[in-house]
Nanobody, 125 residues
């Protein structure tokens, strides 16, 4: 079992920046950030794995950066040039050891086994 704890959410104005962090109880290979607004499906934002391979949703490409510190078992999401449509609950996710993400696409939520409790991000216009 892997425990994930997010931090860093909050409120920001359009064009501002926030940094989310996720602390994992143990090392995992593939980790990701998802987000969800009420009434909508949880959607992938960015994914990475231990070797540094990353993939981003088109909506955040060029604005968000995902990074994984393998020594500290942490996952960060640097969010810049934020927009009101980035407003959502953000979740950290990790795959079980037996899964493998080949890269080149954004995995669905069904491909992740462990989830954090979420942290709220609000962007005002």
């Amino acid at each position: 079992q892997v425990q994930l704890v997010e931090s860093g959410g909050g409120s920001v104005q359009t064009g501002g920046s926030l940094r989310l962090s996720c602390a994992a109880s143990t090392n995992t290979n593939c980790m990701a950030w998802f987000r969800q607004v009420p009434g909508k499906e949880r959607e992938g934002v960015a994914v990475t794995r231990t070797d540094g391979t990353t993939w981003y949703a088109d909506s955040v490409k060029g604005r968000f950066t995902i990074s994984k510190d393998n020594a500290k078992n942490t996952l960060d999401l640097e969010m810049n040039m934020m927009k009101p449509e980035d407003t959502a609950m953000y979740f950290c996710a990790a795959q079980a050891y037996w899964r493998y993400w080949s890269g080149g696409y954004l995995p669905s939520k069904n491909e992740f086994d462990y989830w954090g409790q979420g942290t709220q991000v609000s962007v005002s216009s």
